[in-house]
């Protein structure tokens, strides 16, 4: 697994689509984090991204899956999606696996990157305050944060490993 010191400047998230350009924004970090692409390669990955998808366009979780496709990675990577994540206040994400959830932020959908290691929860978001936001969470804080900021919007996520 990746380490969390890997911190990397990444774009304002004006400069992206809501959506879809910060869903595969986080996807590709996951990709760096699991040790599959090189930090020169996120921020090559980052820029086709910023040129490509410069609109507001809303995406489905599915379309995230194939935009993936279109992402150089060394090695195979498992993509599953999964519902509702969080049902319960004990849910746990198996170790060496990133799970990619949507939220609301500003009245728009928004993707995080979530694991746990062996003490907490950890959210990273890559488009907190212009650089890469990462948190340490109890699942009971996680959990509140997660049905808050999820209110009135179907919950899914990406599990995300190395196979």
Known sequence: MGNIDKMVMLPSQGQLGFDYGCGLVSLAYVFFLLGHIRIDELKATIAKLVSANGNEEKTHIDDLI??????SI???INIEAINNPF??????IPMGKFLLVPVWYYKVRHWIVVYQDQESLWVIDPWKDNHT????FSMAKFYSFYKSSTA???RHALLIESV
């Open 66 to 71: 194939k935009a993936s496709q279109s992402i």
């Open 74 to 76: 060394k090695g195979s």
């Open 87 to 92: 049902r319960y206040k004990r849910t746990t």
């Open 133 to 136: 936001w990462y948190e340490r």
């Open 152 to 154: 009135n919007f179907y």
